[in-house]
Antibody, heavy 120, light 111 residues
Framework: QVQLVQSGAEVKKPGASVKVSCKAS????????ISWVRQAPGQGLEWMGW????????NYAQKFQGRVTMTTDTSTSTAYMELRNLRSDATAVYYC?????????????WGQGTLVTVSS | QSVLTQPPSVSGAPGQRVTISCTGS?????????VHWYQQLPGTAPKLLIY???NRPSGVPDRFSGSKSGTSASLAITGLQAEDEADYYC???????????FGGGTKLTVL
């Protein structure tokens, strides 16, 4: 069965960086893009960007350009999202999801989420 | 301010029908990009409910249906059940922003 398993919760200080992993199983990793979505406490979903697992191409939301990097390791079927220069408003649950931003299939499988807390 | 506009809340009694609207513009829904809907139960990850405007993934009851017209889309839920109480989000792509976009979410309350 398809699974996306994310790394555990993180606590970071303002200005630091965080790197969240998303390990895929149950399907051919390079056949589907991976997107990242975040949700601040009590707020809605926010699309951060996506990465092609086939060739590494990326597309980041304007809000995160220059501060986010998405990568993959096809040897371990793992996607990564690194967010730099964290501010307190980066406190959120970060999700990986299978699918690209404009595909016809939507985000059909989601990771369990990783809580990132930014606090001094 | 979300690019896609949803009502903050809707409610209905068990057995009733409710609809949730998702209003966009000519650079997203109106440009022909697909609309997808997600259900998020409290404390859990979102779940794909409708993809490609009106298609249900395997396992999603046919009580849930989606439609799209012009610059808007709608999610309809018939035969409302207590377990449907959740947050619902629409999602599409915006060509002006060159990025995926979500609606602000709608909280469904089953009375």
């Amino acid at each position: 069965q398809v699974q996306l398993v994310q790394s555990g919760a993180e606590v970071k200080k303002p200005g630091a960086s965080v790197k969240v992993s998303c390990k895929a199983s149950g399907y051919t990793f390079t056949s589907y893009d991976i997107s990242w979505v975040r949700q601040a406490p009590g707020q809605g979903l926010e699309w951060m960007g996506w990465i092609s697992t086939y060739n590494g191409n990326t597309n980041y939301a304007q809000k995160f350009q220059g501060r986010v990097t998405m990568t993959t390791d096809t040897s371990t079927s793992t996607a990564y999202m690194e967010l730099r220069n964290l501010r307190s408003d980066a406190t959120a649950v970060y999700y990986c999801a299978r699918g690209g931003s404009s595909g016809p299939q939507g985000f059909d499988y989601w990771g369990q989420g990783t809580l990132v807390t930014v606090s001094s | 301010q979300s690019v896609l506009t949803q009502p903050p809340s809707v409610s209905g009694a068990p057995g009733q029908r409710v609809t949730i609207s998702c209003t966009g513009s000519s650079s997203n829904i109106g440009a022909g990009y697909d609309v997808h809907w997600y259900q998020q139960l409290p404390g859990t990850a979102p779940k794909l409910l409708i993809y490609g405007n009106s298609n249900r993934p395997s396992g999603v009851p046919d009580r849930f249906s989606g439609s799209k017209s012009g610059t808007s889309a709608s999610l309809a839920i018939t035969g409302l059940q207590a377990e449907d109480e959740a947050d619902y989000y629409c999602q599409s792509y915006d060509s002006s922003l060159s990025q995926g976009v979500f609606g602000g979410g709608t909280k469904l309350t089953v009375l």
